[in-house]
């Protein structure tokens, strides 16, 4: 009976402590790429506040002003983060002097500058996300690729099909259908294609004829939205292999460049009336984009 108890008393003293689950660890998350702000003392959102609003024709008015294709031309000749600075410089220098009034230049012309100011900062944000990105940017292209490449296909093949015993039609379908992988010319070739596709469609018998080869609206629509995914994927690369502004940033860049010298042009003319205004700051992106490009009416020589 003493043993039994012994025996008894060892066994309670040997029974398993329960013990706590343990959580696993969780894995470290991935770090995120230092995010570029806007400047927190942005010259150019600091004096829209103290500037009338621009109204919707304003706007397309001032827009419609110089081409994207000068804006363009002008920003490719500078640095985005460069002209920001240089044009905050101007804006302050002349933000009274337009809320005054400067002879032969609207006070709203004044308020569309400072927009595209504060518009180019927002496109140095976005390009220098890209360009910290760089990896991400190049693994979207690759797989922009590879979409692109069956959509060349599809399209090449349902074009032919339309073209049936149309030899010059279907001589232009080889003719555009360039083989090469390469992101640009994949880009030129469904871009290429796709306005063969959409051609061949303004017709009931041709788009008929295009419905039975694939070629309907809905794989139109996605072969374009895939020539433009394939377009800003090759933007981000190309940004973050360079460093160099993307297409988007040059555009706006240039504008503001184009409005900085018409606000330049007018200070000289108003001067020369005899209005006492400050003087215009030296700006070297304005030199440097302006080199080579015929001198704007009033230009100071």
């Not at 469904?190 to 080869?213: F, H, S």
């Not at 700006?283 to 984009?289: D, F, N």
Request: proline content about 5%; aromatic content about 4%; hydrophobic content about 40%.
């Amino acid at each position: 009976m003493g043993v039994t108890v012994a025996a008894k008393k060892i066994a309670a003293k040997s029974k398993p402590v329960k013990s706590k689950p343990v959580k696993p660890a969780k894995a470290p998350a991935p770090k995120k790429a230092a995010a570029v702000a806007k400047p927190k003392d942005s010259v150019a959102v600091k004096a829209l506040a103290e500037l009338p609003p621009l109204n919707e024709l304003r706007r397309r008015v001032y827009l419609a002003t110089f081409t994207e294709a000068q804006c363009e031309a002008w920003g490719e000749r500078t640095k985005a983060t460069d002209v920001a600075a240089e044009a905050s410089k101007a804006i302050g220098v002349f933000l009274g002097a337009a809320k005054k009034g400067i002879d032969g230049y609207a006070v709203e012309r004044f308020a569309w500058l400072c927009t595209q100011v504060a518009e180019l900062e927002d496109a140095i944000v976005r390009q220098s996300g890209d360009a910290n990105d760089g990896l991400t940017a190049r693994s979207g292209r690759d797989a922009a690729v590879k979409v692109a490449r069956r959509i060349r296909m599809k399209l090449a093949h349902g074009l032919l099909n339309v073209a049936g015993g149309n030899e010059t039609f279907a001589a232009h379908v080889h003719e555009r259908n360039d083989q090469s992988d390469s992101p640009s010319a994949l880009e030129t070739t469904i871009t290429g294609l796709l306005q063969m596709a959409l051609a061949a469609r303004r017709t009931p018998e041709g788009e008929l004829l295009a419905n039975d080869a694939g070629l309907t609206e809905e794989f139109l629509s996605s072969a374009s939205a895939v020539a433009e995914s394939l377009n800003a994927a090759n933007q981000k690369t190309w940004t973050a292999s360079t460093g160099k502004d993307t297409q988007e940033t040059n555009r706006v860049e240039g504008r503001v460049l184009r409005e900085l010298s018409l606000l330049r042009n007018a200070v000289h003319q108003a001067k020369v009336t005899g209005q006492v205004l400050p003087t215009f700051p030296t700006l070297g992106v304005l030199t440097h984009a302006a080199k080579g490009a015929a001198p704007a009416a009033g230009t100071p020589s």
